[in-house]
């Protein structure tokens, strides 16, 4: 079985990492047909890539992101083609991101390549059975289409390490680290850091990106000595500072995406075999019990508060959401689970 990996995807970024290293994991024979031009160029240079290969694949598989390029994929070969289409450009820039206003033509834009691309491909792959029920309904298109793959953590990466031995008068630390996208609802993370101020809990919140300016005036108005903010981290140190919390947390927001996603922070901090509070959402249910991770009302600064003070009061409690949680990951979102899974998908679609 041999799958051509196609697009404008970044190898590195990890839902490509993870999956192409899965494949290959599984016995699959991938070629990357990939481009790093700009502008029109990437589009001819893909072309060109992929009429040297002259057919020699079974499947091709449209890497993240690739609205695009799905589409450009179903002009130039006639072997089936699967769609990553992980997160939709729509629903992330227009409702998500809130970049573009929901009636604009920016937005129209959207709505149509997202489904174009869906509608081309043979299969489209998403994180969550929430995001492909999304996707049916707001593209109208058969659930048939669609299969789900979790995102995973690159856990030759991501794997345990021994806790870091703390002094004995050393706050308790709960980490946190994002893109600062709304989903996140880091917001929630500082009101919870206030009310726990007296607790000696303290917080480090890593990342760069949208709302991090608008995060920073509120630490400033909540007057908070017990958050530090950091600048993005290279993967090592990013490792190094998982090792170093005593919880790791997910998300918090209130956006309709928030409902809909399982975010990489929490594969990757639960393959370090760390205790993990996120949002109790319909997408977090799919995979994590309440024994896997401590999952707290959604948007809810307090029920965030109550969460970290029970875990830091019951080491046993985080032991077992440790252990729990990094079996959960293994068993069913490691690279080698994801590679099988998506085999029997790349088997499914190449013998219709």
């Not at 995807?9 to 699959?28: A, E, T």
């Not at 450009?89 to 573009?100: A, E, P, T």
């Not at 996208?181 to 000696?200: D, M, N, T």
Request: charged content about 25%.
């Amino acid at each position: 079985m041999k799958v051509c990996y196609f697009g404008i995807y970044n190898p590195l970024y990890s839902r490509n990492r993870i999956l192409i290293q899965g494949l290959r994991k599984n016995g699959v024979e991938v070629v990357e047909c990939h481009s790093d031009k700009t502008g029109i160029e990437r589009y001819l240079d893909l072309a060109q890539k992929l009429f040297s290969l002259k057919n020699g694949y079974d499947v091709l598989v449209v890497g993240y992101p690739g609205y695009q390029v799905a589409i450009l994929a179903r002009f130039l070969t006639r072997k089936p083609v699967i769609f990553d289409a992980f997160s939709p450009l729509y629903d992330s820039m227009v409702f998500d991101r809130k970049i573009v206003t929901p009636r604009s033509a920016r937005a129209l834009y959207y709505w149509c390549v997202d489904w174009l691309s869906m509608k081309l491909s043979d299969l489209v792959l998403f994180d969550t059975e929430a995001h492909i029920r999304y996707a049916c309904r707001e593209f109208h298109l058969d659930e048939k289409k669609f299969r789900r793959i979790w995102i995973g953590a690159y856990t030759d990466i991501f794997s345990p390490m021994p806790h870091v031995k703390k002094e004995v008068d050393a706050p308790f630390s709960v980490l946190f680290f994002g893109s600062f996208i709304p989903l996140q609802g880091v917001e929630y993370i500082l009101y919870a850091a206030k009310s726990l101020e007296r607790e000696g809990i303290h917080f480090s919140i890593i990342g760069n990106g949208q709302t991090k300016q608008e995060m920073l005036g509120l630490k400033e108005k909540l007057a908070l000595g017990n958050v530090m903010f950091h600048d993005e981290l290279s993967q090592g140190s990013l490792k190094r500072e998982i090792v170093k919390a005593d919880i790791c947390l997910g998300i918090f927001g209130s956006t309709p995406k928030t409902m809909r996603v399982i975010p990489n922070k929490v594969y990757e901090c639960l393959a370090m075999k760390k205790p993990v509070i996120t949002a109790d959402t319909p997408a977090a249910r799919e995979l994590l019990s309440d024994k896997a991770v401590l999952l707290v009302r959604v948007a809810d600064a307090l029920a965030l508060s109550r969460g970290i003070l029970r875990l830091k009061n019951d080491k046993a409690a985080m032991e077992i959401l440790s252990r729990n949680g990094y079996d959960t990951l293994i068993a069913n979102a490691s690279p080698e689970v994801l590679g099988r899974d998506l085999k029997n998908i790349v088997r499914e679609v190449s013998k219709t």
